[in-house]
């Protein structure tokens, strides 16, 4: 073998598991590197995450940037021993060869378990130490998570989403991310959220890896502004089965993956969203409408007077209504409102009245 590559930086920077393993094993790291019957020795780390004399026998190269999705590929570290950026040439696959071996800190350290950082609705976040093929359940307990539940998100390079009903199905775990979401989060905004990420993560060699993302982007933005269509559903499937096969990278796959098993598992909550324009969690801005509750309005006009919509009706003494037609969701009389009566509501809507009534007891 003509080379070895150590990869020990990190695909999501608030998960640092590989940065973290190097720094409290180093010793082992080094001498397991410096056994391999190598011409050329690489240890890949981030910018300033190397301290101390650098061994004989091992070139560290320390790189600018602290983390990113590319760097799982390994034509992309390849690039960066080359003094180049990290840009894929092919898929993993396409790239071992015996002249070339790429390992990251945990096969050199051969872990037993999987360091997994957990974020989201669990009570013990941050890093965990979970067995690498595991039932989601196990994941919940070892996590703290009781009560409610809604899904669970393995990141890059899995991109999958599971539900409840998939609870002991057992997973191989190859994420340093997990997040687990409850019913106050919307499967929609999270999506878009994990679109963003990707966008910013592709390096733009390919088209179906850089402008697949963009379109995705487009379509889940155009459905959290009410401009979505069910065929909007449809497209975004084909461009996902276009994307595994015609991606340089395993970006590509991932976000692919991630959208196929979102609109597996959770079609209707997103359909409402097309169909019903209903945010069911009350977390997309544009399905949320506001109302003044009748039990707690004094009549005060002080709602009234900041809205520049006019789309208040009342008077001194009389409960206020909000039109829905009119307003347009700045949200200013909520700050208006001394009173606290004034709410946002998503797919429950609380009983108002029609129009302006006199204020009981006043």
């Given amino acids: 073998m003509d080379m070895i590559i150590c990869n020990a930086m990190p695909v999501y920077h608030e998960a640092p598991v590989s940065p973290m393993l190097l720094k409290d094993n ?29 061994p004989e026998g091992l070139t560290i190269i320390e790189t600018r940037h602290k983390s990113g999705f590319t760097y799982g590929n390994d034509s992309a570290l390849k690039k ?38 957990v974020a989201g609705k669990a009570e013990k976040k941050g890093v965990l130490d979970l067995d690498r093929k595991i ?22 390079p899995m991109g999958v989403f599971i539900n409840e009903t998939m609870m002991d199905q057992p997973v191989e775990l190859t994420t340093d991310y997990i997040e687990i979401l409850n019913e106050s989060d919307c499967m929609l905004d999270y999506l878009l959220k994990i679109a963003d990420r990707y966008g910013k993560e592709a390096c733009g060699r390919c088209v179906f890896g850089h402008e697949g993302v963009f ?6 933005t155009d459905m959290t502004l ?5 065929s909007d559903l449809d497209l975004m499937l084909e461009l996902c089965h276009e994307m595994k096969h015609q991606s340089l990278c395993e970006a590509g796959f991932s976000i692919a993956n991630t959208i196929e098993s979102a609109l597996d598992c959770f079609k209707n909550e997103i359909e ?15 399905f949320l409408t506001f109302h003044i509750l009748p039990d707690i309005c004094t009549g005060c006009t002080e709602c009234l007077d ?9 008077k001194k003494k009389f409960i206020h209504v909000i039109d829905q037609n009119e307003c347009s969701g700045c949200g200013d009389c909520i700050e208006a409102c001394g009173e606290n009566a004034i709410i946002r509501a998503g797919a ?9 009534v006199p204020c009981k007891g006043i």
């Fill in 80 to 117: 960066v021993t080359e003094g180049e950026k990290p840009i894929p040439l092919c898929p993993d696959d396409g790239f071992h060869s015996d002249k070339c071996r790429v390992v990251t800190v945990e096969e050199l350290l051969n872990a037993g378990k999987k360091k997994v950082y």
């Fill in 26 to 54: 180093t010793e082992k790291v080094l001498e397991a590197l410096l056994k391999e019957s190598a011409g050329v020795r690489y240890l890949i780390v981030p910018e300033g995450g190397w301290v101390g004399e650098k």
């Fill in 135 to 156: 039932t989601p359940a196990d994941i919940l307990a070892a996590a703290g998570v009781q009560g409610r539940f809604k899904a669970m998100y393995f990141g890059h």
């Fill in 272 to 286: 409402e969203h097309i169909t019903r324009k209903s945010c069911k969690a009350g977390v997309c801005q544009k």
């Fill in 215 to 220: 379109q995705i982007r487009m379509l889940l």
């Fill in 348 to 356: 429950d809507k609380p009983k108002c009245p029609k129009k302006p």
């Fill in 226 to 230: 009410k401009k979505g269509k069910l």
């Fill in 306 to 314: 900041v809205c520049e919509d006019e789309a208040i009706l009342g």
